[in-house]
């Protein structure tokens, strides 16, 4: 099993930024993937960004030029640095991890960080 733990959540004015924090824990050989997923009561959950193993990213078109996903794969951490931030970021955020364990290939998600931009 692995859990990921997010932090970094919280109240900012439009214009503002805010970092969150993942980090895996468990047994795990490897990582392929994590991500940072955003979801509200209106809508369903939606990818905001992704990195890879070998260091692509990938990002949702709202996110593009104002966000930015890093961290190191392999030892399962992930952050999203969020800048220039818009009422309509508001969400709870979740992390997400593509990893392999026991030869298993499974998947996991983080309880979910909250993040409210204030217009």
């Known amino acids: 099993q692995v859990q990921l733990v997010e932090s970094g959540g919280g109240l900012v004015q439009t214009g503002g930024s805010l970092r969150l924090s993942c980090a895996a824990s468990g047994n795990f050989s490897s990582i392929n993937a994590m991500a940072w997923y955003r979801q509200t009561p209106e809508k369903q959950r939606e990818l905001v960004a992704t990195v890879t193993d070998n260091g692509r990213t990938k990002y949702t078109d709202s996110a593009k030029g104002r966000f930015t996903i890093s961290g190191d794969i392999a030892q399962g951490t992930v952050y999203l640095q969020m800048n220039s931030l818009k009422p309509e970021d508001t969400a709870v955020y979740f992390c997400?991890?593509?990893?392999?364990?026991?030869?298993?290939?499974?998947?996991?998600w983080g309880q979910g960080t909250l993040v409210t931009v204030s217009s």
């Open positions: 997400y991890a593509d990893f392999i364990s026991s030869g298993w290939a499974l998947d996991a």
